[in-house]
């Protein structure tokens, strides 16, 4: 039942109420990952293999095959629209999709020669429908979010996304939007998205690809989810970028900051957290004396430490580890040691002792 009631502005007022809103269950493409209906965006630096997880991404369900890390056997193959002004669909999209066994019949293109499609463009709704397209992906959004939008302008860019959402919800459509992260070499992967933070605002997931610190591998990656509004957030996924497009490696716990701070650029500033743990070893140190480390390790975890924060902070203190006799000791340096004063450690200095 709709109540009305005429206003100021001669729009009649209308109310649902919640009793007359039908529960809908999320239904997802890849969970908890990419949702059917919804808007998610796939950011990575330039390089970083944003467009080729995509485009994996596409291969797999072209053929019906279940996408990584799921409980899936197989699935029906789906239409998949995508659109790119990044690459050439005939010597780098199509041959890229080729080698990894994707359904050329069910990788659908939009032709933009007359007019470059924007989120507002009806043909987008129109592709979907006629051909039952259950995936659409526009790489990059900057290209696509159209010209005379300042993605710096939270009115502007909400303006354009609400486009793209209706279009989504009406369709149930999963929209993947790739997007080029901007310079700002922060650990906070949310502030990491380009132009205004209405654009995470707008998008339901937002996935990051991000380097790892694997020297072995330089061609190794992280997806990690940066954003879920719509369940928990998910494992981060290890891939390798290959020339044959992206192999699969393995699931874990990992979440974006901490592979944000992995792969960023090193500053000497330590993390809230790190700080914390310092401060924690300090208290344990205080009175000068050696203590064992396996219980001061002991004491950390407990505290709700990991590892890896705990042993940075204690290189970042210069704290001296011994075995005087049965087992390994944790020392606070004296002052007069010269270079190993409290305060004067940054997290990239070679220290003479074992961490």
Same mark, same amino acid.
């Given at each position: 039942?709709?109540?009305?009631?005429?206003t100021?502005?001669?729009?009649?007022?209308?109310?649902?109420?919640?009793?007359e809103v039908?529960?809908k269950?999320?239904?997802?493409?890849?969970?908890p990952?990419i949702p059917?209906g919804?808007?998610?965006?796939?950011?990575g630096d330039?390089g970083?293999?944003?467009?080729?997880?995509?485009?994996?991404?596409?291969?797999?369900?072209?053929?019906?095959?279940?996408?990584?890390?799921?409980?899936?056997?197989?699935?029906?193959?789906?239409?998949?629209?995508?659109?790119t002004t990044?690459?050439?669909?005939?010597?780098?999209?199509?041959?890229?999709f080729?080698?990894?066994?994707?359904?050329?019949?069910? %990788? $659908?293109?939009?032709?933009? *020669?007359e007019? /470059?499609l #924007?989120f507002?463009d009806? &043909?987008?709704?129109?592709? +979907?429908?006629?051909y039952?397209a259950?995936?659409?992906?526009?790489?990059p959004?900057?290209?696509y979010?159209g010209e005379n939008?300042?993605?710096?302008?939270a009115?502007?860019?909400?303006?354009?996304f609400?486009?793209?959402?209706?279009?989504?919800?009406?369709?149930?459509?999963?929209v %993947? $939007?790739?997007?080029?992260? *901007?310079k700002? /070499?922060? #650990?906070e992967?949310l502030? &990491?998205?380009?132009?205004? +933070?209405d654009?995470?605002?707008?998008?339901?997931?937002?996935?990051s690809?991000?380097?790892t610190?694997?020297?072995?591998?330089p061609?190794?990656?992280?997806?990690?989810?940066?954003?879920?509004?719509l369940?928990?957030?998910?494992?981060?996924?290890?891939?390798e970028?290959?020339e044959?497009g992206?192999?699969?490696?393995?699931?874990?716990e990992?979440?974006?900051?901490?592979?944000?701070?992995?792969s960023?650029?090193?500053?000497g500033r330590p993390?809230?957290k790190?700080d914390?743990?310092?401060s924690?070893?300090?208290?344990?140190?205080e009175?000068?004396?050696?203590?064992?480390?396996?219980?001061?390790?002991?004491?950390?975890k407990?505290?709700?430490?990991?590892e890896?924060?705990?042993?940075?902070?204690?290189?970042?203190?210069?704290?001296?580890?011994?075995?005087?006799?049965f087992?390994?000791?944790?020392q606070?340096?004296?002052?007069?040691?010269?270079k190993?004063?409290?305060?004067?450690?940054?997290?990239?200095?070679?220290?003479?002792?074992?961490?």
């Amino acid at each position: 039942m709709k109540i009305h009631e005429e206003t100021n502005f001669d729009v009649p007022l209308e109310i649902i109420r919640a009793s007359e809103v039908e529960p809908k269950e999320v239904k997802w493409l890849w969970y908890p990952y990419i949702p059917f209906g919804k808007v998610t965006i796939l950011q990575g630096d330039p390089g970083d293999g944003k467009s080729t997880l995509a485009l994996k991404i596409a291969s797999i369900l072209t053929k019906g095959d279940p996408l990584p890390f799921t409980d899936e056997e197989s699935r029906e193959p789906v239409t998949v629209i995508y659109q790119t002004t990044e690459d050439d669909l005939d010597d780098t999209v199509v041959p890229r999709f080729l080698s990894s066994d994707g359904n050329a019949e069910r %990788l $659908i293109f939009i032709k933009e *020669n007359e007019k /470059r499609l #924007t989120f507002g463009d009806p &043909r987008l709704m129109e592709a +979907i429908r006629k051909y039952d397209a259950k995936v659409l992906i526009l790489d990059p959004l900057s290209a696509y979010i159209g010209e005379n939008c300042s993605m710096n302008m939270a009115n502007e860019t909400r303006a354009e996304f609400n486009h793209l959402i209706e279009a989504a919800k009406s369709t149930d459509c999963a929209v %993947l $939007i790739v997007a080029h992260m *901007n310079k700002m /070499r922060s #650990t906070e992967p949310l502030y &990491r998205t380009v132009g205004s +933070i209405d654009v995470v605002g707008a998008a339901r997931s937002v996935l990051s690809v991000v380097r790892t610190n694997n020297k072995e591998n330089p061609n190794e990656r992280l997806l990690v989810q940066v954003k879920s509004n719509l369940s928990s957030t998910g494992s981060a996924i290890v891939f390798e970028v290959s020339e044959d497009g992206v192999n699969f490696i393995d699931e874990i716990e990992m979440t974006a900051k901490e592979a944000f701070e992995l792969s960023g650029p090193k500053m000497g500033r330590p993390s809230e957290k790190c700080d914390e743990a310092k401060s924690f070893i300090e208290k344990l140190l205080e009175d000068g004396k050696p203590h064992s480390a396996s219980e001061c390790i002991q004491k950390l975890k407990a505290a709700g430490f990991k590892e890896s924060t705990f042993k940075k902070a204690k290189r970042m203190l210069g704290v001296v580890t011994d075995k005087p006799s049965f087992g390994f000791t944790w020392q606070l340096p004296k002052v007069d040691e010269g270079k190993y004063q409290w305060g004067e450690i940054t997290a990239d200095d070679d220290l003479p002792f074992d961490i």
